[in-house]
Every structure is written in C-alpha cells, then in structure tokens.
C-alpha cells in the first residue's frame, strides 16, 4: 500500500511540473512588426503582451510589443516596447490552480550594444512587486538575467526601446495542494488510543 502511495504521489509531482517555454520572438520577421496576443501562449497560460506609458499598472500606449531582427548587441530577433520612453510588458494568466514562474531572459542594446540604462520588473496578479532590477547600465554584449521567480503575472522592462529582450525562458506549473491543519484535539485523541491500546495489551500477557 505504501508503495502504491509513494508511486502516485510521484506520478502527481511529475504531472504536475511543466518543461520550460522559450519566447524567441521570431514569430514574425519584419522590423517594427507587432507581435499578435497568441505569443508565449502554452497549455495552461495565456500570455498578452502591450506598451505602457510607464511601470506598474500605468496606462496602455499599445496594444502590443514590437519585433527588431539584429543589432541589439549580439541577439537576433528580439521584442522591444513599440516607441521611445514607453516600457514593454509580457501579461501571464494561468489557469486556475497554476503559477507562472520567470527563469530568465538575454537583454540587448541598440546599436550594436551602444549605451542605454533600462529597467526590469515582475509583479503578481495584485501590482506587487516579486522582483525588480532597477536603473541598470547596459552596453556591450547582451547579457542573461536570471530572476527564477515564481507567481509571475506581469514582466516590464524598459523605458527605452533601445533595449530588447530575447529568450524569455518561463514555465507553468500547478499549485502544491494546500497543507490541512489538525483539529487540535487530534493529538490528544491518538495519545489516549495509543494508552488504550497498551494496557489492552498488558491485560492479554
């Protein structure tokens, strides 16, 4: 019974986690393209992607991000906030009983890795913050940032869309179940069962 136990429980965890999704943004090919809201989408999660004016739950510039081919440093096809001054946002919604978990994603600069400062944050379903990066200094070579956060519903960057993101690793997976606490007699009830069943043992030797 036990091992039937054991199997099914393992069964459950391995049901439950999900392999990692990789958001390329070479789902179009042409510069200043939109991305459409079927981006990132996977089974479980439905992803939308906008512009905002600025951070946090600030209003809509766009309905969309937008797609570059090259010379964000080194990356290929990357996905940027679609103008100037505005931050770019990847939307998460699970299904119910699920959570979203950022890994990590490469950051670029245009031109070719010139200079640009941008920012990077992750907030939960309620505008709060999970995890920022704030005021960064980026040139050069595109480098990978690794949050590994769980409870993700919304991912910002910018405010400069001289800088791009590619290969936004995340993955969906459900819930633990929820811990049932005991009655607080329980303890008390198994102690007096197990007294009964000890001097019911001595009266039989």
């Known amino acids: 019974m036990f091992r039937t136990l054991a199997t099914a429980t393992i069964l459950a965890i391995a049901a439950s986690a999900a392999p990692a999704a990789v958001m390329r943004f070479d789902d179009v090919t042409a510069d200043y393209a939109a991305f459409d809201q079927t981006l990132g989408d996977i089974a479980n999660l439905d992803v939308s992607n906008r512009t ?3 951070f ?5 510039y766009e309905n969309h991000i937008e797609h570059w081919t090259s010379n964000f440093s080194d990356l290929t096809d990357v996905a940027y906030p679609s103008a ?3 931050v770019g946002e990847l939307a998460f919604a699970p299904d119910a009983g699920y959570s979203v978990t950022i890994e990590s994603f490469d950051v670029g600069t245009w031109y070719n890795g010139s200079f640009a400062i ?3 944050y992750i907030y939960d379903a309620s505008w709060n913050v999970l995890w920022s990066l704030e005021n960064t200094l980026l ?6 940032i690794s949050p590994n956060i769980t409870g993700a519903a919304y991912f910002q960057w910018g405010t400069d869309w001289d800088i791009g993101i590619d290969n936004f690793t995340y993955f969906v997976e459900q819930d633990p179940p929820a811990v049932v606490p005991l009655p607080a007699g329980m303890p008390l009830l198994g102690l007096a069962l197990g007294a009964l069943l000890l001097v019911g043992r001595r009266k039989r030797g």
């Open 52 to 54: 905002r004016n600025g």
């Open 56 to 60: 946090g739950n600030a209003s809509i």
């Open 84 to 86: 100037p001054g505005k």
């Open 118 to 120: 941008g920012s990077f």
């Open 139 to 144: 040139f050069g070579n595109s480098i990978t």
